[in-house]
């Protein structure tokens, strides 16, 4: 059979750099690329025996870890589809997601058990196993694969075949799952490998969880596409981050501008040996100037870029070398991916005109998961992704972000979309209206502030609101302040004018 996917990446890697290291994990554990394939063989057969085939979906909800990627390597051995599940989602959010892409098993660490159990009924999953050694009774994957050979024959896979469906929160409140085929995913390593220099005596620390499309595509896969060396970290300190840099000689990081200034903050900063690491890449929202200088003291600069789930998801970059002469710009499109601009009857913009951002390339996802009219209103008629946010070129070819039509928030590198919110928030008892807007914050970026109109008598404040949405969405999207106003200004056909609402707050 041949296998054109990302499937066949790690035997490839096996044959090319066995002994090289592919992954470090914790403070000693290291995993060279022969054990990485090795790995995701027998994970393809431990699936495979229970009955996983190609197309069947398979999730996964756990932190950075090896298991993680020797599960998406398994499944794609097999043409199965890799679901990374959100860790910081509330137990409805991770049913949805569930439900939604049909998967047939599920993979999960030890830790999120509890909310696992909540929900898998509902998700009628067929198998469900967890990472690490297990119990007597119930066996972990760790357990599992060591008595699993590694006997499976890999699956025809092509180019278009699904890879991986990512959830991304939609307008509408319901998270969508973005169909990435295993060319989406390929090409999107290929552009990072052009347009960032990877190589295979990097070391790439990863400190964003991998269920990011950003993480997984722009991070991970370059990385080992290239046979370079993945540092894993299961969450984010500063200090920590430091420490790894030093300890294993890092020489890439990616990140969003939150985390830059919380180790650039860190009293540790100014004594950590930072002279390995030349290449950071940040995303989620522009750098400001105060972190800008912060590097650029220790010898360091960014690259910078725009992109979205359905690019799987680099869309432009903007290298360090025009960090400065080009500020406020996302960059150039990537090398094998296309940008234009549309005006509002879809012709194509002159430069410097605003217009809408629309994406074409090998990297733009197949569609949405059992979704043929979004999928179909998010294309132009001659294939173009329409992404829903403003922009304009400028003459050198340079995008530039003017606003958003989606009304979408970044919180510390999180998307949050108001609607999801609003619609919860309706059902308080008291609340009369509701509109959610992003508020600039020093810290995150934005952060969302819920503006209501209650009832007369009505208790409403923003403990009444944090407590009410807590559990029923993830922590990132609770609002950080209420704000009770007499009426929300709306147009004539009754819309919320949510631009007055910003500029009335601070937004």
Avoid at 314 to 328: H, V, W, Y
Avoid at 422 to 440: M, W
Wanted: charged share 20%.
């Amino acid at each position: 059979m041949h296998q054109h996917g990302i499937g066949a990446w790690l035997a490839k890697r096996r044959l090319k750099s066995p002994d090289r290291i592919a992954l470090v994990h914790g403070d000693q554990s290291t995993m060279t690329y022969r054990r990485f394939a090795d790995g995701a063989d027998q994970v393809a057969a431990l699936l495979r025996r229970r009955g996983v085939g190609k197309g069947d979906a398979v999730a996964y909800l756990g932190e950075n870890s090896p298991e993680f990627l020797q599960v998406m390597f398994g499944a794609a051995r097999l043409g199965a589809v890799f679901v990374p599940v959100n860790t910081r989602l509330a137990p409805p959010e991770i049913a949805h997601v569930l439900v939604d892409c049909g998967a047939r098993l599920l993979i999960h660490d030890p830790d999120f058990a509890p909310r696992v159990a909540a929900v898998v009924t509902d998700a009628q999953i067929r198998h469900v196993l967890v990472t690490g050694e297990g119990t007597a009774d119930r066996p972990g994957l760790t357990q599992l694969l060591g008595t699993t050979a590694a006997d499976v024959e890999p699956t025809k896979v092509t180019m278009d075949d699904p890879a991986a469906i990512i959830y991304t929160s939609g307008t509408t409140g319901r998270a969508k799952g973005a169909v990435l085929t295993h060319g989406n995913l390929t090409w999107v390593a290929l552009n990072c490998v052009v347009d960032y220099d990877v190589v295979s005596t990097d070391v790439a620390l990863m400190i964003s969880p991998l269920f990011h499309v950003a993480s997984l595509g722009m991070g991970a896969l370059p990385v080992i596409l290239k046979g370079a060396t993945l540092v894993l970290e299961k969450g984010f300190e500063p200090g920590r981050a430091l420490a790894q840099i030093e300890r294993h000689g890092v020489t890439m990081l990616s990140g969003v501008p939150t985390t830059y200034q919380l180790m650039a903050d860190h009293p540790n900063w100014a004594s950590t040996d930072l002279s390995t690491l030349g290449k950071l890449t940040c995303g989620g929202s522009a750098v400001p100037t105060r972190i800008l200088n912060a590097y650029e003291e220790r010898g360091l600069s960014f690259s910078q870029g725009y992109g979205m789930t359905e690019a799987s998801p680099g869309a432009t970059s903007l290298p360090p070398a025009m960090t400065r002469a080009k500020q406020g710009s996302v960059g150039l499109p990537h090398f094998f991916t296309d940008v234009r601009i549309a005006d509002e009857n879809g012709a194509p913009a002159p430069p410097g005109t605003t217009g809408e951002i629309e994406i074409a390339g090998p990297n733009v996802f197949l569609g949405y998961h059992q979704l043929p009219e979004e999928t179909a209103e998010a294309f132009t008629a001659d294939g173009w992704f329409r992404s829903g946010d403003l922009g304009y070129l400028d003459t050198d070819g340079y995008l530039h972000i003017a606003g958003r039509l989606k009304d979408m928030i970044i919180s510390g590198g999180e998307n949050i979309y108001p609607p999801e919110l609003e619609l919860l928030l309706s059902e308080i008892d008291g609340v009369t209206g509701v509109a959610v807007i992003g508020v600039p914050d020093a810290r995150w970026g934005e952060v969302p502030w819920a503006i209501v109109t209650v009832r007369e008598g009505a208790a409403v404040d923003t403990d009444t609101v944090r407590d009410f949405l807590d559990g029923k969405v993830a922590r990132y999207k609770l609002p950080k302040n209420v704000v009770i106003v007499s009426e929300l200004p709306r147009t004539a056909s009754g819309k919320v004018r949510k631009a007055d609402l910003r500029t009335r707050f601070g937004g």
